[in-house]
């Protein structure tokens, strides 16, 4: 559903004269759906073949590690590509005037300051140990975007 | 409706339903606690 809501945001985006920036963020958010997919198509699967064998033969079976770090490195770049598509709908909500000036500013800044952090924590343990494991921080500019779009 | 406010009404219901999934797992229990477990122990508590 998010994909799609990402899908008319951006024809509104075009309509309203951005017709370049609006279309790569939502690519990328398309992009970062399909890795957060392939998270739980890879990741929830196998900890649970995983956990079977673990419980058969009180040994976690040495394929699990390598699949997590798979599974998890799809989540990653789920968030960090979310992310950098919220900066770039953040970018054409600016340019198009579309929304409030602040909805625009609160956006953007909110994908680039987190797609860093996402970039500079990627791969560490930091990043797993931390409610950053669980996909939220990508999808709440949505929620003040698509607020904004009603009460406009 | 618009196209606007339909996809405000979108961009909200998903949000809320993605949400409020995670929420969902997060109030069953033990879920918060296997996430914070090391991946060496999760296929254990998971088998319980």
Do not use: C
Not at chain 1, 4 to 24: C, E, F, H, K, N
Not at chain 1, 33 to 38: D, E, K, L, P
Not at chain 1, 43 to 49: A, C, E, K, R, S
């Amino acid at each position: 559903m998010a994909s799609l809501a990402y899908v008319m945001l951006t024809a509104i985006l075009r309509d309203a004269g951005d017709p370049i920036v609006s279309t790569l963020a939502s690519v990328l958010f398309l992009m970062g759906i399909a890795s957060a997919i392939g998270f739980w198509a890879l990741g929830v699967p196998v900890t649970m073949l995983a956990a079977e064998e673990a419980a058969r033969t009180a040994i976690v079976p040495q394929y699990y590690e390598r699949h997590q770090v798979a599974a998890e490195s799809l989540l990653e770049i789920y968030i960090f590509l979310g992310l950098l598509g919220t900066a770039g709908f953040g970018w054409a909500l600016l340019q198009t005037g579309l929304l409030l000036s602040w909805v625009g500013w609160i956006t953007l800044a909110w994908g680039l300051f987190f797609a860093g952090m996402s970039l500079k924590m990627a791969g560490t343990r930091a990043v797993r140990a931390t409610p950053n494991a669980i996909p939220l921080l990508p999808m709440v500019m949505q929620l003040t975007i698509g607020i904004s779009l009603l009460v406009k | 409706m618009s196209l606007t406010t339909a996809t405000g009404i979108a961009l909200i219901l998903s949000t809320l339903i993605y949400h409020g999934g995670l929420a969902f797992l997060y109030g069953r229990a033990h879920f918060g606690e296997v996430l914070n477990l090391s991946r060496g122990e999760k296929p254990f508590t998971i088998a319980k």
